[in-house]
């Protein structure tokens, strides 16, 4: 259910708790996301000619793509990580 480990038996509220932390990054970036999207189509429409225009959605798109990138080499950066650590000790990856 989450990725933080939970041992047993625990309360309720450590359980919320855990849930609630594992869906906070994820839904922040959603939120982002959406929200530059919005922003994007505001202030496009606002320009007075498409060079502005483009210009405006060129920025969004280079913060979101920028975003995620450095989200995903993390990600990536945290696997060769483990898989290098499961090597050195010689436990199975899955």
Same mark, same amino acid.
């Given at each position: 259910?989450? &990725?933080? @480990?939970?041992? @047993? @038996? =625990?309360?309720?509220?450590?359980?919320? +708790?855990? #849930?609630? /932390? &594992?869906?906070?990054?994820? #839904?922040? !970036?959603?939120? !982002?996301?959406?929200?530059?999207? /919005?922003?994007?189509?505001? /202030?496009? !429409? +606002?320009? $007075? &000619?498409?060079?502005?225009?483009? %210009? =405006?959605?060129?920025?969004?798109?280079? =913060? !979101?793509?920028?975003?995620?990138? #450095? +989200?995903?080499? /993390? *990600?990536? +950066?945290? $696997?060769?990580?483990?898989? *290098?650590? %499961?090597?050195?000790?010689?436990?199975?990856?899955?």
């Amino acid at each position: 259910m989450t &990725d933080t @480990p939970i041992m @047993p @038996p =625990v309360h309720i509220s450590e359980r919320v +708790k855990a #849930f609630i /932390g &594992d869906m906070a990054r994820p #839904f922040a !970036l959603y939120c !982002l996301g959406a929200g530059t999207a /919005g922003a994007t189509i505001i /202030g496009a !429409l +606002k320009c $007075e &000619d498409g060079i502005q225009a483009a %210009a =405006v959605v060129t920025a969004a798109g280079v =913060v !979101l793509g920028g975003m995620y990138g #450095f +989200k995903e080499w /993390g *990600n990536t +950066k945290q $696997e060769v990580a483990r898989v *290098n650590a %499961a090597a050195a000790t010689g436990t199975p990856t899955t």
